[in-house]
């Protein structure tokens, strides 16, 4: 057998060093990295091996020998299986420091750029807090039954949810019965997935089919909407396709109280997943930017307008640009509905040639930027950034951030001011951030 092959699956005791990015245990063994899923920093465990590659190792805990202080109980009883959470076995109070330190190691090694000051980290419920995301469904033929729920870590597979934590309450305790629902149905082979969303009223259901569904499945789909007050919502195809089932009428939207504006959204948009951590994300943003009445604002990846309209309620004038044609509609109707006459959108795709289009011939004041995990190298590098005083950067990616700070630093003049961490997706190794860019 090569030598390569003989180390898997063997068992070895490892001291573990630090927490990955990813939330998984680092150690050495035998002068090598090993990651090692379900450890912690300071802990002496017991772990199998299951992965080999040239620069490091990767292994699985078994037995913990020596327990960290910050270790505690996982409150799920599909922890270790399901990849939906990876640190529900750290103290809160340390997950978050932990994100810290991956946010400001990020910015040192990557973008070699230092925060004049780390701001104290943003933190809300640490359960039942998730209010959008996808569920896999599939028909397990040697279970010969349904199951749902996120994948495994082991991504060929898919979780058996009986119940999850993290989501809103009113979905996340009754994932079995869901579960159950899709069982029933003649349709349940051609089920693939069930995508939720929730803001301020019921939990809106997206499931999609890949073929018609008849009268009998209708019915029960229809059913389990009455019966848990959820509303249910079709999708035979693309995005553009979804259509209610039950109530054929309803409202999806969410109020952002201390700016006095209610955002409307379809089932499928994105809005932000904390709803507590929203609001004073959005607050802490809005202080650091220091909107006034004189300033034009511009907000890139705007979205349904999440930072765009609460900005209007401050600033002269704001401009939100988004890539996704439909966001763009929504975010004017949300402007329109919210009597802001001062927030205009365009729809324009931020990692192209923007040279073309007139809102980049226009004069900024200030900038916020909330850009997907890629960043925003692309339109930072095309901005006429020489009148634009001072920069909010919204991350939810620490290394993307690193690289376009270094970027705004070194290459355009710009002193990181401020940055902190804000704790989006507790239990998980997800890091969200904000930071202050001035000239």
């Not at 599909?78 to 750290?90: D, I, K, P, R, T």
């Not at 999806?252 to 932000?272: H, K, N, S, V």
């Not at 309620?313 to 939100?320: D, I, P």
Request: overall charge neutral; proline content about 5%.
């Amino acid at each position: 057998m090569p030598r390569s092959r003989t180390k898997l699956h063997r068992e070895f005791e490892i001291e573990i060093q630090d927490l990955s990015h990813d939330g998984r245990g680092v150690g050495r063994h035998e002068g090598k990295a090993v990651f090692v899923t379900g450890a912690l920093a300071g802990e002496t465990v017991r772990a199998k091996q299951f992965g080999r590659n040239r620069n490091f190792d990767e292994a699985v805990t078994l037995d913990v020998l020596l327990a960290s202080p910050d270790r505690v109980p996982p409150r799920c009883a599909h922890f270790g299986v399901c990849a939906g959470c990876v640190l529900q076995h750290l103290a809160e109070s340390k997950q978050i420091q932990a994100k810290q330190r991956v946010l400001t190691e990020n910015l040192a090694r990557i973008g070699h750029v230092e925060p004049g000051r780390v701001l104290a980290p943003l933190v809300d419920a640490a359960w039942g807090y998730r209010r959008k995301g996808r569920f896999s469904v599939r028909y397990v033929e040697k279970k010969g039954r349904v199951v749902v729920g996120f994948r495994e870590i082991d991504a060929r597979f898919v979780a058996e949810l009986a119940h999850c934590h993290t989501i809103v309450p009113a979905l996340g305790e009754r994932i079995a019965d869901l579960a159950a629902l899709v069982d029933s149905l003649d349709a349940r082979r051609t089920i693939p997935q069930i995508e939720f969303i929730a803001g301020d009223g019921p939990v809106a259901l997206v499931f999609r089919h890949m073929e018609p569904l008849g009268a009998d499945d209708l019915q029960r789909l229809t059913g389990f909407a009455q019966d848990n007050g959820f509303a249910v919502f079709l999708q035979p195809g693309g995005v553009e396709s979804v259509k209610p089932l039950w109530p054929e009428q309803v409202e999806l939207a969410f109020a952002i109280p201390e700016y006095g504006i209610t955002m409307a959204f379809r089932p499928l948009d994105f809005i932000q997943v904390n709803a507590g951590l929203n609001q004073t994300m959005i607050a802490r943003a809005i202080e650091l930017l220091d909107p006034q009445p004189t300033d034009r604002v511009l907000d890139l990846f705007a979205g349904l307008g999440n930072f765009t309209l609460p900005l209007a309620r401050k600033a002269g004038q704001v401009v939100g640009i988004e890539g996704d044609a439909g966001l763009v509609a929504r975010a004017r109707e949300n402007a329109s509905r919210n009597g802001l006459g001062n927030a205009e959108f365009h729809a324009a795709d931020l990692a192209k040639d923007l040279s073309g289009e007139i809102w980049m011939q226009q004069g900024f004041d200030k900038l916020l930027l909330d850009p997907p995990r890629a960043g925003a190298a692309e339109v930072l590098a095309q901005l006429p950034l020489k009148g634009i005083r001072r920069i909010v950067y919204v991350s939810c990616h620490p290394a993307s951030l690193a690289r376009d700070a270094g970027f705004l630093v070194r290459e355009r003049g710009y002193t990181l001011k401020a940055v902190g961490a804000m704790d989006m997706f507790p239990q998980t190794a997800h890091v969200e951030s904000i930071a202050l860019f001035e000239k």
